[in-house]
């Protein structure tokens, strides 16, 4: 005889309704002759059940006939007891906080990524969490690992794989970075990274617009984000496009910010942060970034029209910085000679230094093509497309609950 598997309260709809069932979870409720019962998502109400005994906290399974709403002519088959969840612990985060909801809405998000990127017939990709050399950005930090590093991004060992002949990849990757705690910041963190062979800035940022939209239409319906103000950011139309020296000009009333960032970099980073970002803070529709001053290429080529810029962008929605992507630099030569800089840098401020990556190099020496690509903050995109107020509200364990 094969056993009775119970539903949990989330596995209940309409076409359950008249049916006699066996449901399990936890009693987060006691009243008169019903209790509720709760999963991390859903609560059902059971009606004439005897709760002589039965306690807030226990886990339990009950049987009767479900009406659609609730279950009824209800009878105790098996409960354990257990303490009431604690306001602190992780009953009262997921549950009484919300969070689990905001994790359902995580797995809806997941699946539109993937079925975004499928329709686009790319591949799904996994690379090395923990590297010799992570070839970080300047203004990054790897974390120590056993003689190696985890990985700020998996975007080297990508690109290895595009100069190996694969033409479309994509990847879900967990990232860590030092010295990253705060509302937009944790230590960990998941990337979503992509990359097209022989395309360029327009198609990623066509890939960019599409897939912002497929992550906020699977969590509410809705093609718009929700800033943690309660402003909604549309999504429907174009996203706007704002060079760094329009930015500049508009926000910091600074005529040349490529100048600037090449003569007084710390008082460019100064208006960016306390211009700049607040004046696309304002904007009611995502902004894209672009044209970054050529000493802030990072991995990106340099134009070939205005070579003080680089073919470099960020998206920007209600002040957040979603992405970073990239026409990519496919130069070996200046490639180590931007690393060596780094470097170089790096040393004189008195901070860490990392091995070059001799591989990615000879990749790049074997011929990676043209390609663009981008490397944008899931855990970000999910905050504003649930309206979370901060990146922790949509991590099952982010750093200060570990």
Known sequence: MTAVLPLSPSDLGPEHAGERLHVAGRIS??????????????????????????????????????????LREAALLENTPYPEPRGDGDW?????????????????????????????????????LRVPAPGVDLHLD????????????????????????????????????????????????????????????????????????????????????????????????????????????EYAGFDDAVDLAHSDEARYFELMVSHVEPGLARETRPV?????????????????????????????????????????????????ERFEQDTLRRQHEGRATYPTDERFLSALVSGMPRAGGNALGFDRLLMLATGARQLSDVLAFPAGVL
């Open 142 to 249: 790897a974390i120590p690992a056993s003689g190696s590093y985890l990985i700020c991004s998996p975007e080297l060992h990508m690109k290895r794989l595009l100069s190996a002949g694969f033409p479309r990849i994509f990847q879900l990757a967990r990232a860590s970075r030092r010295h990253e705690l705060g509302a937009l910041h944790e230590p960990e963190f998941s990337m979503l990274e992509w990359y097209r062979a022989f395309a360029g800035l327009e198609e990623v940022l066509a890939d960019t617009e599409r897939v912002v939209r497929a992550v906020a239409e699977s969590v509410s319906g809705r093609a718009c984000l929700f800033g943690g103000n309660g402003q909604t950011y549309d999504l429907a139309s174009p996203f706007v496009r704002v060079t760094v020296r329009e930015a500049f000009k």
């Open 288 to 336: 894209f970034l672009w044209q970054y001053p050529a000493k802030q290429a990072a991995l990106a080529r340099l134009s070939a029209e205005d070579p003080t810029v680089a073919e470099r962008f960020e998206l920007y929605v209600g002040g957040v910085e979603l992405c970073n992507g990239f026409d990519e630099l496919t130069c070996a030569v200046e490639q180590r």
């Open 29 to 70: 409720r006691v009243a008169g002759n019903e209790c509720d019962v709760s999963d991390a998502l859903v609560t059902v109400r059971v009606e004439q059940l005897c709760v002589s005994g039965l306690a807030v906290g226990e886990l339990v399974v009950v049987v009767g006939r479900y009406d659609g709403q609730r």
């Open 92 to 128: 009262a985060r997921f549950v009484w906080q919300g969070v689990a909801v905001n994790l359902r809405a995580r797995g809806r998000a997941l699946a539109a990524v993937r079925g975004y990127f499928a329709g686009e017939r790319f591949l799904e990709v996994e690379t090395p």
